[in-house]
């Protein structure tokens, strides 16, 4: 299927075509390697953590201050 063919399908398709994709994908994540990358960003995200320099906040929190960024 072509992504013009995607671009298509209503929003429902979507999804189904979304969740089942990510449901192969997550029975088979054993045999995933994360990248290098994201290995050295988590354990910047751990270093930050740590010294006090990153401000943690619940989901709900997040998504508020997220939303009136691109209001």
Same mark, same amino acid.
């Not at 398709?13 to 994709?21: N, Q, R, V």
């Not at 045999?31 to 740590?50: C, G, I, M, R, Y």
């Given at each position: 299927?072509?992504?013009?063919?995607?671009?298509?399908?209503?929003?429902?398709?979507?999804?189904?075509?979304?969740?089942?994709?990510?449901? $192969? &994908? *997550? =029975?088979?994540?054993?045999?995933?390697?994360?990248?290098?990358?994201?290995?050295?960003? %988590?354990? !910047?995200?751990?270093? $930050? &953590? *740590? =010294?006090?320099?990153?401000?943690?906040?619940?989901?709900?929190?997040?998504?508020?201050? %997220?939303? !009136?960024?691109?209001?």
């Amino acid at each position: 299927m072509s992504l013009a063919e995607l671009r298509k399908l209503p929003r429902d398709e979507k999804l189904k075509i979304i969740e089942t994709l990510w449901s $192969d &994908l *997550a =029975a088979d994540d054993g045999n995933f390697d994360s990248p290098k990358w994201h290995a050295e960003e %988590l354990q !910047k995200t751990e270093a $930050d &953590l *740590a =010294a006090g320099q990153v401000e943690i906040l619940d989901w709900d929190a997040a998504k508020h201050k %997220l939303r !009136k960024q691109f209001e």
